[in-house]
């Protein structure tokens, strides 16, 4: 893989198009514990919401949850827990290793944990993003260009078209 400098990513990279870095982080795995991103979904003092896809329509409720048994009925989830650079410190200093970018272009750093099959639904995100895998294997898809029209009716905003340019395997 070849190796871009902060410079290449921000004239070549940045809110341009998406780029894949592989095993950019050692021991990612070990950013954050899982049973801490359950905990937090549980405790009021966190922000958290649940995404789930449960006969055929799409949901998002907020934390907090009373145990973790709030997802066994869904068919697929994803726990989303929010502000974790103030939560971990692990999570802060990588947020660090970030500085060279305009800080005002920052919300939060967040996780999302799911179970296999799950997703979040083809969505735009209309702020930037990193996204860091740190654990399973997930298929990433990207259209470049998609068209802006949402389901009605849905607490999520899932696009109505998505027709992938690329996909990985991660």
Known sequence: ???????????NYWEQKP?????FINNAEKLIDKNDLFFMAKDESY???LVH?????WSVTDGPFESEAFIRDAKAWTLINHNLENNFESVHELKKQLSFLPLWLFDDAMSTLSNKGSSVGAHIDNYNVFI???????EWQIQHNPKK???QGLE????EEFTPDKSFIL
């Open 1 to 11: 893989e070849k190796t871009i400098t902060k410079e290449d990513f921000i004239l």
């Open 19 to 23: 780029i894949v870095f592989k095993s």
């Open 47 to 49: 922000e958290t919401r």
């Open 149 to 151: 029209d949402f389901i």
């Open 53 to 57: 896809f449960k006969n055929d329509h």
């Open 132 to 138: 860091l895998q740190l654990d399973g294997k997930r």
């Open 156 to 159: 999520v905003k899932i696009l």
